[in-house]
DNA sequence: TTAATTAAGTGGCAATACGCCAATAATATG
DNA sequence: CATATTATTGGCGTATTGCCACTTAATTAA
């Protein structure tokens, strides 16, 4: 049909394909009053107008120059907020989840510590953070309980071999705060020699001094931060019963 | 600017919507002669007529429910082969990857026993094995040596704390021979006393009789299969050393 | 038939890591 | 100063790991 590349592209059209329309979505988690909290926007125009959803939207192809600059524009555009962590989960894509048809979203997690959302947001009603066990709760846009959830099991799992819960704390902080922070994300408890253990064997941390935290009593205790030029994503060995998938 | 959610389905139009391309690219991995080979197209048609790559494609919007029955059918298509494993590794997507301009790719991993090629095979010049060390010196199409690399990495990652390797062997087989596809697939010797005790721990394969490996000398040996509803994917303590991401 | 060779499978042990819990240290509060 | 609270460390029985040599069972060569 075509001679050469240089031909091919001339005639090139995308609307000659058969494409779906393709999404980010953007699963931000943090912790607040020591419990889970996810960031949702309410939506602002139709399709599900009024529904709370995951923040996300389309690709730009003159702004953005890849996938992840995408989710990144889109967090802030909609909540105002900045993330530290963020990661691809997985894209999932068929007929059912949204009415105009086949659609295709590429699900991000991400970690912050806790920020309030902006005052002034793009295309959203509103955008707020949720404690988790209410979000999943809510009736939610699309299939954005499946996305939640899968992004949700991301986190729990991997909190259980590296040290991303982290990115939930403001440095500095004691290894006690961290450890709750483990738990929460875990949804599980540690046991304090085990963690302090690990956590040190991991090495990622530097200490920074001493201090209570805000308002606290008891024994004076070490301050850390995560290490300069330190992966958070790093493997460290599994802490308590490892299983599942 | 509408008033109801039917209002707004009726006027949605794709085409309104600035859609990159999207397509669905496969890396099948398998074990040949005790070594790992990969299977790649040779492109029949312009762009990059001619060029190696992973076999893929675009979704069909009338024939695939979701991405993981596009990727099943693009692979049978193009290669004649069908895979026991497969999941999906990462979506790729930016400006640079395709001199259509944005394009995004959903990425899968698929592992089988060696299987031949179909020798009628749709849009594709050839469809080969290729030994995974050669494979990645080839002048691949568009990133494609990205997707390769990246699938590979997960394949040995995956294989440090799952059963992931049975995948590639045809039941029943010795725990000898498991052994030797996981040390290829790991890229790393493993203990034998080590490795059976882990193997046997997570307990997810069952055996069947006892036999010599083809054309095999010494001790006979006990033959396994994976054990029927077991998921080959779900979390064993990892082997050797464990560290990196 | 016997000895040598090859490969499977097991035994055993020192070193390490883990779970558990109690002791000690350092601070705030009444 | 006594008590409460929280951080940090010590210690120990048990489980797991890495390592290597030994035994078992088959094939092949002499």
Redesign the interface.
Known sequence: ??T??K???KH?N??D??????SVDIAIFTLLDGKLHILLVERG?????GRWSLPGG????QQD???HA?ALRKLTEKTGVKTPHLE?V??????KRD????S?T?LYMGLIPYAPTADFIETVADARWWPYEVAIKQNLAFDHIELVTQARERLRVKSGY?VLPVYVLNAPFTLTQLQQAFEELLGTEIEKKSFRRRIQAADLLEEVGEGLPEGGRGRIAALYRPRKGS?Q???I?AFGG????
């Open positions: 049909m075509f050469s590349e031909e091919y592209l090139y995308i609307h394909y058969d494409v779906p329309l393709v125009d139709f399709p599900q107008k389309f690709i730009n192809q120059k890849d996938l995408t691809q997985a894209t999932i894509g068929n007929t009415p105009r048809g086949w295709v590429v590296t992966e994503h790093a493997f060995r490892s299983e599942e998938d």
